[in-house]
């Protein structure tokens, strides 16, 4: 069967037909796709363009068959619309492919049931590894990552017991030091502005019991749905006046609820932070450059993707871990707002 025969009757371009039009055998073209630098140059310069010229394409699936390795890694996270979740996808998918590994993603969208159903899919795909958001599954959906003998990296959380590794901070020592933060600076009747997610939730407690331990009125906690939006803090702070109308600091489970609750303030003549300090959460980008410039909490969320990367990789070559629970820990920067 000759190349343009091939070609014309719709027969998959095979490595025999690359080294056909390389002059070079079909080891040679596996070498040269596996582990370029065990080849010559000159002959890995003849097979790519040989590649390039037949478009071949290597058969994933069957070298994972061979191997029992298909060098995927899957990724599961609550939305695809926040940024601080597309920045720790970006630095996963960048990680992985400095060590020859592609990410498959898949949206749970907050749902128990959503990460359930993708959870038995991607376990039926075996892949290298599954990269996780946070740590609370359902008892069938851990069941069935601890019965799979994949991978684990769990992150954006931190617990002592994770079901293989973990990467993240502690969403209560958060609300704690948010808490302490705006006690410190003698703010008397605070308030959270929180998604309605676990994660959030969690956050929105610790603050809540922090204030309370430290003589301060129980805190108003207003909730809004997953994944948040500004729109969401206009609301949610016309609510919270309305419930407290003497409120004097807010914090928000994410930055964009956070300059919600700062276009409000101003449509409604409030000064901040005179009247109501106000402290965000994820440091996005803009939040340096808002009038008044927004206090937040800085996670770095490159730093766990990069991390994860590294994990999971180790943990898909069979190699030991120092440790199996990483905290990057966190920071609040203080600007204006505060």
Not at 53 to 73: C, E, F, H, K
Not at 118 to 129: E, M, N, Q, S
Not at 169 to 176: I, L, N, T, Y
Request: aromatic share 4%; glycine share 8%.
């Amino acid at each position: 069967m000759t190349l343009q025969r091939a070609t014309a009757s719709h027969l998959s371009i095979t490595v025999n037909d690359v080294a056909r039009v390389a002059g070079v055998s079909a080891m040679t073209v596996s070498r040269v796709l596996n582990r370029p630098d065990s080849v010559p140059a000159g002959t890995v310069e003849k097979v790519r363009a040989a590649v390039a010229q037949t478009g071949y394409v290597p058969n994933r699936a069957a070298g994972a068959l061979r191997s029992s390795r298909s060098r995927l890694v899957a990724a599961v996270v609550p939305t695809l619309s926040g940024p601080m979740f597309l920045e720790t996808l970006e630095a996963l998918t960048a990680g992985l492919a400095e060590r020859g590994y592609q990410l498959m993603v898949g949206q749970s969208g907050y749902s128990e049931a959503r990460e359930d159903e993708l959870l038995a899919d991607i376990i039926g795909r075996r892949p290298d590894g599954i990269v996780l958001t946070g740590v609370l599954h359902t008892a069938q959906g851990r069941q069935r990552l601890l019965a799979s003998g994949i991978p684990i990296v769990e992150t954006w959380d931190l617990i002592p017991d994770p079901i293989d590794v973990l990467v993240g901070f502690s969403h209560e020592a958060v609300g704690r030091a948010v808490a302490g933060f705006f006690a410190d600076r003698g703010r008397q009747r605070l308030a959270v502005i929180g998604g309605d997610d676990p994660r959030a939730r969690r956050r929105a407690e610790a603050f809540a019991a922090e204030a309370q331990a430290r003589g301060l009125a129980a805190p108003v906690l207003q909730y809004v749905p997953a994944p948040t939006r500004l729109g969401h803090g206009r609301t949610a702070l016309r609510e919270l006046l309305r419930l407290q109308p003497q409120a004097d600091a807010v914090f928000c489970s994410s930055d964009l609820l956070a300059l919600g609750v700062l276009t409000e303030a101003r449509a409604a003549g409030i000064e901040v932070p005179a009247q109501l300090a106000v402290v965000g959460f994820g440091d996005l980008n803009f939040a340096a450059d808002l009038e008044p410039a927004l206090t937040s909490v800085r996670v770095d969320p490159r730093q766990i993707g990069d991390l994860a990367a590294q994990c999971i990789v180790t943990r898909a070559c069979g190699e030991a871990l120092a440790s199996r629970v990483i905290d990057v820990g966190f920071s609040i920067v203080e600007r204006a707002s505060s």
